[in-house]
């Protein structure tokens, strides 16, 4: 079992940054894919970008692209979401996630309580 911690969010003007972490702690974080998601009010909850604790291997939503950066810190077990040209579409609660990779893929099970992001216009 995984926990995760989110921190990072806040209010922030449109064009602006923003750095989003997520602590991780549990056993066996090698064997799991961590993934950021966010969801804003009314809509569902959407894929943003992902990483592999082991090889470091990144994916990433077409819609964010280009704007959102994610990497991770393996001595720290921390993984982090940087936030770029933030407009006020990307309001949302942002949370970390996790999914098991080994010995059998499955989907993100492990979840953080979220932090929330506010881009003013």
């Known amino acids: 079992q995984v926990q995760l911690v989110e921190s990072g969010g806040g209010l922030v003007q449109a064009g602006g940054s923003l750095g989003l972490s997520c602590a991780a702690s549990g056993p066996t974080l090698s064997t799991y894919f961590m993934g950021w998601f966010r969801q804003a009010p009314g809509k569902e909850r959407e894929f943003l970008a992902g990483?592999?604790?082991?090889?470091?291997?990144?994916t990433y939503t077409d819609s964010v692209k280009g704007r959102f950066t994610i990497s991770k810190d393996n001595a720290k077990n921390t993984v982090s979401l940087q936030l770029n040209s933030l407009n006020p579409e990307d309001t949302a609660v942002y949370y970390c996630?996790?999914?098991?990779?080994?010995?059998?893929?499955?989907?993100?099970?492990?979840w953080g309580q979220g932090t929330q992001v506010t881009v003013s216009s």
């Open positions: 990483i592999s604790w082991n090889g470091g291997s990144t």
């Open positions: 996630a996790a999914r098991r990779l080994f010995p059998v893929a499955m989907k993100f099970d492990f």
